[in-house]
T-cell receptor
């Protein structure tokens, strides 16, 4: 079973709709992240969370919100979707404990299309 | 703050040929360095990382990279590529004593031709 899962894997929606993307992890990591990937732009950080009570904006948080429901769950919401939010969205986790390797572990991605 | 520049957006190469994907970074502090690979329709997975110690780092699938502090580079190499190496490759850098949040490059698309 995958350590980091994302639902849905694909979503097509219309401008103005509210959308929630969900991420769950079984790795036991405290840190979770949301990125968006656009062709030629690499990965850009939307929000990150160091634990359940610590949520921070990334470089492109406008138009997005997040919720950390538990250590294992981190959801991304688009309150009113717009076409330029069409992208591939990734959730990631990392562990910074003494045995942590500093790398991130990624989910399979959610492809979101806003019409 | 850190930044990463991947010097080639696309690298075409023939099967069994050697390949180098270039990555330069900028940082005012010590860094950790990473290469990730993204196969079509998949998430990113770690290829290799430099945290400390030997500057030559070996990763999965026969890839290796060398950390060059003076040139602020971390180029990825493979002596003989396979069709299955066709993928997007991302270089990333993070600080070593603060947030540890990585900054990613824009990616290099490696296209291996038969």
């Amino acid at each position: 079973d995958a350590d980091v899962t994302q639902t849905p894997r694909n979503r097509i929606t219309k401008t103005g709709k509210r959308i929630m993307l969900e991420c769950s992890q079984t790795k036991g990591h405290d840190r979770m992240y949301w990125y968006r990937q656009d062709p030629g732009l690499g990965l850009r950080l939307i929000y990150y969370s160091f634990d359940v009570k610590d949520i921070n904006k990334g470089e492109i948080s406008d138009g997005y919100s997040v919720s950390r429901q538990a250590q294992a769950k981190f959801s991304l919401s688009l309150e009113s979707a717009i076409p330029n939010q069409t992208a591939l969205y990734f959730c990631a986790t990392s562990d910074l404990g003494l045995a942590g390797g500093r790398e991130q572990f990624f989910g399979p991605g959610t492809r979101l299309t806003v019409l | 703050a850190q930044s990463v520049t991947q010097l080639d957006s696309q690298v075409p190469v023939f099967e069994e040929a050697p390949v180098e994907l270039r990555c330069n970074y900028s940082s005012s502090v010590s860094v950790y360095l990473f290469w990730y690979v993204q196969y079509p329709n998949q998430g990113l997975q770690l290829l290799l990382k430099y945290l400390s110690g030997s500057t030559l780092v070996k990763g999965i699938n026969g890839f290796e990279a060398e950390f060059n502090k003076s040139q602020t580079s971390f180029h990825l190499r493979k002596p003989s590529v396979h069709i299955s190496d066709t993928a997007e490759y991302f270089c990333a850098v993070s600080d070593t004593g603060g947030s540890y949040i990585p900054t990613f490059g824009r990616g290099t698309s490696l296209i291996v031709h038969p």
